[in-house]
């Protein structure tokens, strides 16, 4: 993000108040002095006021919060709708409808119907007549003009940033009664103390208004940034450890096979036919067999029963 000097904001006319008469005696502490009945803001405080407002807008950016930009002066709404949009933020530029955050529910029912006559006349341009088509044309073009910027508004806005806290009361209202942070750009005829953050600057010179806008969107985008690079480089560890997980198991199922193959080698070694000694058909049975021959019943012991007498 470009940092912002005092020269840029000198020459923008951030600097120039109200007349003396129009002041509110809280700016006091923002106002430099006096110059022919105008009141000159001091921009140091200035510029102070705006890096912690960035800070601030970056963090809640980061989180993944909505940010609402409301602007509804002419000198203003289309330099914040068109820094709205490139933050992909949610704004009001046109009037601001009473209860757009106190009563968001009926809101969203109109962003609900703009969407249904969107999708009538894209998709059913043969089921309705011509007649039937110009009417709900026009009506969409009116609700779009209203709440076209607020239609992916799902819920209330974390944070609000206000041109003109004294021209848009009632948007600040709803935020202080529903706890939203406000922003706002705070002129010498304002109340600094009715908002969370105020920027003291010239609230109705454009060139003013956009410098200070401009570079809040670039903390919000930078903001925005952040949190993807985040969540990408959690993804990145996810999937390294994913792949560290399946690294091991290959490891561990490896360790099993090698050792299941040494088991099954053990057993064939040892588990051969094994050799009976003196019994069976082997070769040294057969000779213990036959080395125990019965003696014939006439050998010499029995030969003097058997044979003839002598005389």
């Known amino acids: 993000m470009q940092e912002i000097t005092h020269k840029q904001l000198l020459e923008a ?3 120039f108040g109200h007349l003396k008469k129009k002041w509110n005696p809280k700016m006091l502490p923002y106002i430099f002095m006096e110059k022919k009945g105008i009141h000159i803001i001091d921009l140091y405080k200035t510029h102070a006021k705006l890096e912690e407002s960035a800070a601030a807008l970056k963090s809640i950016a980061r989180s ?72 709900l044309s026009r009506e969409k073009e009116k609700l779009e ?5 607020i239609a992916q508004l799902n819920r209330i806005p974390a944070a609000i940033f ?29 109340d600094p103390t ?55 198991r290959g490891n561990r199922l490896r360790i099993d096979d090698e050792d299941d193959s040494k088991k099954r080698s053990a057993d064939g070694n040892s588990g051969g036919p094994r050799k009976r000694s003196g019994t069976g058909g082997g070769p040294g049975g057969a000779a213990g067999g036959s080395s125990r021959a019965r003696k014939p019943a006439g050998g010499p012991g029995a030969g003097g029963a058997g044979g003839p007498r002598k005389r």
């Open 13 to 15: 006319g951030v600097h």
């Open 64 to 135: 993944g919060k909505k940010i609402l930009f409301v602007a509804t002066k002419k000198q203003a709404k289309e330099v914040v709708k068109a820094c709205a949009i490139r933050a992909n933020m949610p704004f009001v530029t046109e009037r601001w409808l009473g209860g757009m955050l106190t009563n968001f529910a009926t809101i969203r029912k109109s962003i609900k119907k703009l969407q249904s006559i969107d999708k009538m006349l894209s998709e059913g341009s043969e089921s309705i007549t011509k007649k039937e088509r110009l009417v």
């Open 145 to 149: 003009k209203i709440l076209g910027g």
């Open 162 to 190: 206000i041109v003109d806290i004294s021209h848009e009361h009632i948007a600040l209202a709803e935020s202080t009664k529903l706890n939203v942070t406000t922003f706002g750009i705070v002129d010498t005829n304002s």
């Open 194 to 248: 009715q908002v969370d953050f105020a920027i003291p600057a010239n609230d109705d010179a454009s060139k003013s208004v956009a410098i200070i806008t401009e570079y809040l969107t670039e903390a919000i985008i930078e903001g925005l940034q952040d949190r993807k690079s985040e969540k990408d480089e959690m993804e990145a560890s996810k999937y390294a450890d994913d792949d560290d997980e399946e690294e091991g």
